[in-house]
T-cell receptor, first 116, second 112 residues
Framework: KAGVTQTPRYLIKTRGQQVTLSCSPI?????VSWYQQTPGQGLQFLFE???????NKGNFPGRFSGRQFSNSRSEMNVSTLELGDSALYLC???????????????FGEGSRLTVL | KNQVEQSPQSLIILEGKNCTLQ??????????LRWYKQDTGRGPVSLTI?????NTKSNGRYTATLDADTKQSSLHITASQLSDSASYIC???????????FGKGTSLLVTP
């Protein structure tokens, strides 16, 4: 069974640009959640999608957005990039209705974004 | 203030030795507490998931314990191996709302 796939794995952008990251969950999983990981803050929750609907959102500015398609694949977008957006962006999928219950989260390898 | 605090921040041990990582949390009430292992440059991998009513959960050489009264959890690694070198992250899920609460992790280095 294929794992969670994130693309691209690495990318470099400049301030003010925008970026779109993609996440393909494990087949059959309907929940996809996104996280930002930095050395200083650790892992922080961005948002979660379930059946194309955003169910929860973390404490990030509106420049961070996402969506989920009918095949459960998800994208996140960051507009007007800032230097502080440099991070590893991880997505995770879950089969059992999301990460708020005991459902296990399966993480992808992440997309490492560098903003110059 | 972070609601999940992990200690130590980093740890170096010799191969074959045991070690214990700590997680103190203030999230209350909570539905579950998880431990993840994250190798450098990789995504986190789940080690254990414990509900608030469980006291211990094992996964091979990894054993997690939970004391809901003192709001403490520990991850014990037995007979460490070089491949155990990684960051170990404690995550607490609140009962209401969503925001998973992540600790900043303990970086473990196992040396020959």
């Amino acid at each position: 069974k294929a794992g969670v796939t994130q693309t691209p794995r690495y990318l470099i952008k400049t301030r003010g640009q925008q970026v779109t990251l993609s996440c393909s969950p494990i087949s059959g999983h309907r929940s996809v959640s996104w996280y930002q990981q930095t050395p200083g803050q650790g892992l922080q929750f961005l948002f979660e999608y379930f059946s194309e609907t955003q169910r929860n959102k973390g404490n990030f500015p509106g420049r961070f957005s996402g969506r989920q398609f009918s095949n459960s694949r998800s994208e996140m977008n960051v507009s007007t990039l800032e230097l502080g957006d440099s991070a590893l962006y991880l997505c995770a999928s879950s089969s059992s209705g999301g990460a708020t219950n005991t459902g296990e989260l399966f993480f992808g390898e992440g997309s490492r974004l560098t903003v110059l | 203030k972070n609601q999940v605090e992990q200690s130590p921040q980093s740890l170096i041990i010799l191969e074959g030795k045991n070690c214990t990582l700590q997680c103190n949390y203030t999230v209350s009430p909570f539905s579950n507490l998880r431990w993840y292992k994250q190798d450098t440059g990789r995504g986190p991998v789940s080690l254990t998931i414990m509900t608030f009513s469980e006291n211990t959960k094992s996964n091979g050489r990894y054993t997690a314990t939970l004391d809901a009264d003192t709001k403490q959890s520990s991850l014990h690694i037995t007979a460490s191996q070089l491949s155990d070198s990684a960051s170990y992250i404690c995550v607490v899920t609140p009962s209401s709302g969503y925001a998973l609460n992540f600790g900043k992790g303990t970086s473990l280095l196992v040396t020959p």
